[in-house]
């Protein structure tokens, strides 16, 4: 075999690796957003499609990984070849938590089907659409090698903190307002949680592009603006209290 047709066989191997993990991201978008729509349309059966097709982002985790951990043994690669490879590895690893974060999103759809409706639920939507405006972005970014839109991605992070910070004080209020509310309203604690989870493993994967871009880090701190460890119930007449 010559050193060119080696050559060769390895980029195609790269480019089929690169092909994979794009599908996957697609997928694990197309999870997030159904389990949105089945959460605000209240259908359980259309969430329970989305519980069952994180099998299939399960199994291109294991494709993916044993593709990567075949061309590691047969092909050796180094410095970018490398990272190329690394990348994959990290990057599937995060779409495969996508995945499940949105199939947890699909479950608590179902129970929230069958309480009554809450009016902040309107919240939810507008932070799933711009962590999966994230997601896109970041696999994009993958795609065309563009540590720049990366970072770019990464740092839309804060807002997504912002908008789960907001939500979080707002179903607090709501439950102190009415108790028939709490069931519903920490479902959508979860809801919300679990989207703020989706948007760090996108900024994980915009941090990965960078590296396989640049052979090193991001130099500056992740953008971190999640404080709901720190709140504070606000009492009934709108006070916070201990």
């Known amino acids: 075999m010559t050193a060119e047709h080696i050559v060769k066989s390895f980029d195609d191997e ?13 997928l694990s978008e197309v999870q997030l957003q159904t389990a949105t729509d089945a959460l605000m349309r209240r259908d359980a059966e259309l969430a ?7 099998k299939r982002i399960d199994e291109m985790e294991q494709q993916i990984g044993d593709m990567a951990m075949r061309m590691l043994a047969l092909r050796q690669p180094m410095a970018s070849d490398l990272r190329e490879v690394v990348a994959a590895l990290k990057i599937s690893a995060d779409l495969e938590r996508i995945g499940d974060y949105a199939t947890n999103i699909a479950k608590r759809a179902i129970a929230i089907s069958q309480t009554q409706p809450v009016s902040t639920l309107q919240a939810i939507p507008r932070m799933a659409q711009l962590v999966q405006s994230i997601i896109k972005d970041v696999l994009d970014a ?20 912002s908008l ?7 179903l607090l209020t709501y439950m102190m307002e009415d108790p028939r509310n709490i069931g519903s309203c920490i479902h959508l604690m979860f809801i919300a949680k679990n989207i703020e989870r989706i948007g760090d493993h996108a900024t994980n994967i915009a941090e990965t592009v960078y590296f396989l871009v640049h052979g090193r880090g991001i130099e500056v701190a992740r953008p971190k603006g999640d404080v709901t460890s720190y709140a504070i119930a606000p009492t009934p007449g709108g006070r916070t209290g201990a």
Not at 14 to 26: D, E, H
Not at 142 to 161: G, H, I, L, M, P
Not at 164 to 170: Q, T
Request: hydrophobic content about 40%; charged content about 30%.
């Open 14 to 26: 790269l480019k089929l690796l690169s092909r994979t993990i794009a599908q996957m991201g697609g």
């Open 48 to 54: 329970g499609k989305v519980i069952q097709s994180d």
């Open 142 to 161: 993958y795609v065309d090698k563009n540590a720049e839109r990366a970072v770019a991605a990464w740092n839309r992070d804060e807002e997504v903190d």
């Open 164 to 170: 789960y910070n907001s939500l979080f004080r707002e």
